[in-house]
């Protein structure tokens, strides 16, 4: 199948973006890396007017540590850019162990952490490690100031919330920490993962593989593996996936978290 017809523009500055954008909408879509939106395009899940090219903005692919110590990320950093960068390998460990089972050396080094949070498919481990490490979105709209939107707000709102420059990261508490996932096979789409970092307050836990992730606030209250299990269920009430196997979901997160915890506590001994 072939993609709709669409206008196509490369602005040279985030003004030139914010012009295109006006006030958004589903007729209109980001480019940066492509990988989800290429296929959206051809298969015509996706049926925009125009695609904006960001590509040529200059500075949106750095990977700085601001004045504050938070790890930012500009929308245009490629994944394996940042799984590979000295100061996230040293500062955020998690985000690069997570960022090792999202898709494929070669995916990695086009698709972007913004656009692949931006998109948050149910497989999206990335979505799991920003519930848990707390994170913000730089928002910029057209007559406004730039904003920071919480991860647990964004990521249900996605790309409708206005053009997205950066991913904001505060340190993480020094501790353990773990990603887990189980996948059908090596490199390919997450079923299902778990997210831990552990704090001076516990564990911070959340899950991919649902519709969207979801912190699972009851879990980290959990003392052994029996209430573990009680308080993922507590946690996962509701909670839709991208198939019907969500029974065998739920059973599967309580030994997936288990294992995280074992091994953030290992990390922290």
């Given amino acids: 199948m072939k993609p709709a017809p669409f206008a196509y523009e490369r602005p040279s500055d985030v003004a030139g973006v914010l012009a295109l954008l006006g006030d958004g909408g589903p007729q209109k879509a980001i480019l940066a890396g492509g990988q989800s939106l290429v296929l959206a395009l051809a298969r015509r899940a996706r049926t925009p007017e125009l695609v904006i090219d960001i590509n040529r903005i200059a500075g949106l692919d750095a990977i700085t540590v601001d004045g504050e110590g938070c790890l930012v990320i500009g929308a245009t950093a490629r994944l394996e850019e940042v799984r590979v960068h000295p100061a996230v390998r040293s500062g955020w460990p998690l985000i690069a162990e997570a960022l090792g089972l999202v898709a494929n050396p070669v995916v990695r080094r086009r ?37 920071r939107v919480p991860s647990a707000i964004f990521l249900t709102l996605g790309g409708t919330v206005g053009f997205v420059t950066a991913v904001r990261f505060p340190p993480p508490s020094p501790g353990g920490f773990a990603f887990v996932e189980l996948s059908r096979r090596p490199q390919h789409v997450c079923t299902l993962g778990a997210a831990v970092q552990l704090g001076p307050a516990g564990p911070v836990i959340a899950l991919a593989g649902f519709a969207t992730a979801i912190r699972c606030t009851a879990a980290e209250h959990a003392s052994t593996p029996e209430a573990l299990r009680a308080a993922l269920a507590a946690d996962l009430a509701g909670a839709g996936s991208a198939d019907t196997l969500d029974e065998y979901r739920h059973d599967v997160a309580a030994v997936l978290v288990g294992d995280a915890l074992a091994v953030a506590r290992s990390r922290a001994a």
């Fill in 111 to 147: 698709g972007t952490l913004v656009g692949n949070l931006s998109n948050n498919g149910p497989g999206c481990e990335m979505a799991a490690v920003a519930l848990v490490l707390d994170a913000e979105f730089v928002v910029e709209r057209l007559g406004s100031d730039p904003s």
